[in-house]
């Protein structure tokens, strides 16, 4: 589950691609892992070219701005494809 300030979105992914995007408020549903940030945060992170510190997802915890929820084991074995697809919005 990503959270853009109180915006939820509950992604499905599968063999690598997103399948399903489900947008909440979610009230006891399921999930691996969250990551949740302020709406700006996301608007400074999501910008086409973000400020150092604003750019990477350790850069806006290292800020405190983010928060890895539940379990972490599953979002390090695909952190570079969380990362990349969290970036993807810059290219809008």
């Given amino acids: 589950m990503v959270e853009v300030g109180d915006q939820q979105y509950l992604l499905q992914i599968e063999n690598g691609l997103i399948q399903k995007m489900e947008?909440?408020?979610?009230?006891q549903r399921t999930w691996r892992f969250a990551i949740r940030a302020k709406r700006e945060a996301w608007e400074?992170?999501?910008?086409?070219?973000?400020?150092?510190?604003?750019?990477?997802?350790?850069?806006?915890?290292?800020?405190?701005?983010?928060?890895?929820?539940?379990?972490?084991?599953?979002?390090?074995?695909?952190?570079?494809?969380?990362k990349l697809v969290l970036a993807a919005p810059r290219k809008a």
Avoid: C, N
Wanted: glycine fraction near 12%; aromatic fraction near 18%; hydrophobic fraction near 45%.
């Fill in 23 to 27: 947008i909440g408020p979610f009230v």
């Fill in 44 to 82: 400074k992170f999501w910008q086409k070219t973000p400020a150092p510190g604003w750019h990477d997802l350790f850069g806006l915890l290292r800020r405190g701005e983010v928060a890895f929820e539940g379990d972490q084991r599953v979002l390090m074995a695909y952190l570079q494809y969380v």
